[in-house]
Nanobody
Framework: QVQVTESGGGLVQAGGSLRLSCTASGLKFDNYLMGWFRQAPGKEREGVCYIDWSGARTYYSDSAKGRFTVSRDNAKNTLYLQMTSLKPEDTAMYYC??????????????????WGQGTQVTVSS
């Protein structure tokens, strides 16, 4: 049984930093591209970034570019999201997801087979 679990969310002031983690079990982690999505209250879920199987290739949405860094440790079956210069508009539930499909510069929710329950990030002004 596949389990995907996010952690590291919390309350942070604007301008601060936060590091999210995501562990996956029950799958061969390095066979999967891993992505981070987020959903703010009243808004649709959006793709934030992804990292390919080996970590060589990454993609960031415009809102994440320059502030967020995605990385992975395949030996630990763990995905990370380092977020800096956080803004109130980054407030959302953040989800980690696994996919076998890489689309250059595109994050289709339907391509992701396994999802975590999410971790809440709240940025105060």
């Amino acid at each position: 049984q596949v389990q995907v679990t996010e952690s590291g969310g919390g309350l942070v002031q604007a301008g601060g930093s936060l590091r999210l983690s995501c562990t996956a079990s029950g799958l061969k982690f390095d066979n999967y591209l891993m992505g981070w999505f987020r959903q703010a209250p009243g808004k649709e879920r959006e793709g934030v970034c992804y990292i390919d199987w080996s970590g060589a290739r990454t993609y960031y949405s415009d809102s994440a570019k320059g502030r967020f860094t995605v990385s992975r440790d395949n030996a630990k079956n763990t995905l990370y999201l380092q977020m800096t210069s956080l803004k109130p508009e980054d407030t959302a539930m953040y989800y980690c997801a696994a996919s076998r499909i890489l689309r250059d510069g595109v994050m289709n929710e339907g391509d992701y087979n396994y999802w975590g329950q999410g971790t809440q990030v709240t940025v105060s002004s």
